[in-house]
């Protein structure tokens, strides 16, 4: 794999690594398909005890690529809708892993990151980190990763930031849930370590049947959520705003809307 890599060690700790730092681990199509195999291939490994989401370099996920954007643009809705499940397979495939997800967030978090960090169980920010829906300034909207990242909120907290771009920090990506600890940047290996040493000592097959029956009862992700969401950004698409909006993205002017 091109974009991604996987380390294991002894212990059975898994660490998936976003690895595009030099694009700031953007999510291109390759990304987002080689994210879902290493999912699946992780969550038939019975040797895996704890699976850590982690990034290279100084952005954990800047969102979504701008060549994959530049294409979808030419795109018709079918075509459209066929990328969009790239997406939603990837975060769809790390939220059905048997074992638990830790994530390691820093840098950067816009759009898909924040959907990244959502799917994991449990998600550790450095401090400094900056995080947004960012979707709406370009005419869009956060539908692919609304499904993951509003089980994770809760619709109230997902008003606050949801529809406005706003850029948040860690603290309030703490308070609205998104994530469960902040530290200090040279402290986020230790408290990463620190929340998956205690799986280590419990009975493996017991720490997934446990996360399976919380998420039954906590209630999944349902495909028809992941079908409606990829639905209306495939009509969002073709509306006259995103056009105008992606157009003035890439050509580096103000959208009409940015005052």
């Not at 949801?162 to 860690?170: E, K, S």
């Amino acid at each position: 794999m091109d974009t991604i890599r996987v380390e294991r060690d002894a212990r059975g700790v898994a660490t998936l690594w976003l690895a595009r730092a030099e694009k700031h681990n953007a999510l291109s199509a390759q990304m987002m398909t080689e994210l879902e195999a290493a999912a699946g291939e992780l969550a038939r490994d019975a040797t895996v005890r704890v699976v850590v989401l982690a990034a290279e370099g100084p952005t954990f996920c800047a969102g979504g690529d701008l060549a994959w954007m530049r294409e979808q643009f030419g795109m018709d809705a079918e075509t459209r809708k066929r990328e969009s499940r790239r997406i939603a397979g990837a975060m769809g495939a790390l939220a059905a892993l048997p074992q638990p997800l830790i994530g390691r967030i820093h840098g950067n978090a816009f759009g898909g990151g924040v959907g990244l960090a959502a799917v994991c169980d449990v998600s550790i920010g450095a401090s400094g980190i900056r995080m947004g829906f960012t979707e709406v300034r370009l005419g869009l909207i956060p539908a692919n990763i609304g499904p993951f990242v509003i089980a994770r909120m809760g619709a109230v907290r997902a008003r606050e930031v949801f529809m406005n771009a706003r850029i948040f920090d860690a603290d309030e990506a703490m308070r609205l849930d998104l994530l469960n600890r902040v530290v200090a940047p040279e402290d986020l290996d230790a408290a990463v370590e620190a929340e998956v040493a205690p799986y280590l000592t419990c009975a493996p097959f017991a720490v997934r049947e446990a996360k399976a029956l919380l998420n039954e009862l906590a209630g999944r992700v349902t495909p028809e959520q992941v079908d409606h969401a990829i639905e209306a950004l495939a009509i969002r698409w073709q509306s006259d705003e995103a056009q105008e909006g992606i157009s003035a993205f890439f050509e580096k002017r103000k959208a009409p809307w940015a005052g």
